[in-house]
């Protein structure tokens, strides 16, 4: 029996948060990620589930924070500008050591830009993005299928570790239609049972659950510990895809839609007898340095496509800080587009041939 539906990543992506036990949804609608908002409206009413569409991205975000501290599996979406909106609540979570789950459908910037795919909420996702020392797991989906596993799995992952998580979808990925076989759905017994959450009832103590804390010597003791977990997390949680020989002529680096437009250029490539690797960061953060960096070692030259002016790039240069000392190290090329245009495979193919030219 086949079990694939075609469904657009948007909806799988809600479709994979509801199986995965997401027991309130708290959102306001802006595009390219209306459908998640409607999708949820509709599914999480049919199971009984809390569905609210807020007044505003802030008070989304805070209803989410409430929410998980009370136990939920919460969870909001939005893009780029409406993200903007929600970061100092992620700061809190982040800082009360809250799980929730965010779904970013990014579109073009900055300000309020246009409904267009884009890649340019690199650094607010990987850097924290608001304020205070803090990081976020960030997985970056490349097909309406990891779309959908990404946001099943985020739920666990928030939960193992109390923290935020950020699925980073570009509005190519939230808006178009591919086959997905969805994930089984979850039972209540399935789901933790945090013995961390607020409240005071006959069958737990009360507890409060906070971000602030005024003594800077207890603050920086709890940040020093929830640096001491992110470690783990980079051991633990660092993945990545690579296609290709590590020997290969060339390497390019990827993630999401580009990555998908850069394997029909390292196909190009080596119809014309290059050797093009694709290495695809699959969680942005947290980075993987170090396979890139092994990768990095051989001395071949590095493309990095994104669809920004050059913000992931930046991680692909801190790699090669993993190259041993005495080793060639690569050139790092950026091919960069912004404002939601999409590189073709052609273009990428051509700075290939560019960039071998440069080096010889």
């Known amino acids: 029996m086949n079990n694939t539906v075609l469904l657009k990543g948007n909806e799988a992506m809600s479709e994979a948060a509801i199986r995965a036990g997401c027991g309130a949804y708290f959102g306001y609608p802006i595009t390219p990620q209306n459908e998640i908002t409607a999708y949820m409206a509709k599914h ?7 569905f609210i569409q807020a007044e505003s991205e802030i008070a989304a975000i805070n209803m989410v924070y409430g929410a998980s501290c009370a136990g939920a599996r919460a969870m909001t979406s939005s893009s780029s500008p409406g993200i ?23 579109r073009g910037g900055p300000g309020l830009g246009n409904i267009a795919p884009s890649q340019a909420d690199y650094f607010q996702s ?7 020392d803090y990081y976020c797991i960030v997985l970056a989906p490349k097909s309406v299928q990891e779309a959908a596993d990404f946001t099943y799995e985020a739920f666990d992952l928030a939960d193992k570790y109390r923290m935020p998580v950020i699925v980073q979808a570009d509005g190519m990925i939230g808006q178009m239609m591919e086959g997905v076989v969805l994930p089984p759905d979850k039972s209540p017994e399935d789901l933790p049972r945090p013995d961390w959450v607020v409240g005071k009832m006959k069958c737990r103590a009360p507890r409060h659950v906070t971000s602030i804390h005024l003594v800077p010597e207890e603050l920086e003791e709890l940040t020093m510990a929830r640096f001491k977990r992110y470690e783990e997390i980079k051991a633990a949680e660092t993945r990545h895809e690579f296609l290709g020989a590590e020997d290969a002529d060339i390497i390019l680096a990827a993630y999401g839609t580009c990555a998908r437009v850069c394997l029909g250029a390292k196909q190009l490539a080596e119809k014309a007898g290059i050797r093009a690797g694709l290495f695809r960061p699959i969680t942005l953060w947290p980075f993987p340095y170090k396979a890139l960096g092994k990768i990095a070692a051989a001395g071949k030259p590095i493309l990095t496509v994104e ?13 090669t800080l993993e190259i041993p000392n005495g080793t060639k190290r690569p050139g790092i ?28």
């Open 44 to 50: 999480m009413l049919e199971k009984d589930r809390i």
């Open 307 to 319: 669809m920004s002016l050059g913000q992931m790039v930046e991680d692909v240069k801190l790699a």
């Open 333 to 360: 090329y950026l091919l960069g587009h912004t404002g939601g245009v999409i590189p073709t495979e052609g273009e990428v193919f051509a700075e290939i041939k560019r960039i071998l030219q440069i080096e010889k």
């Open 126 to 132: 990987t850097r924290g993005g608001g304020h205070g």
């Open 84 to 106: 903007s909106l929600k970061q100092e609540a992620m700061s809190y979570a982040a800082g009360a050591d809250v799980p929730l789950v965010l779904i970013n459908v990014v």
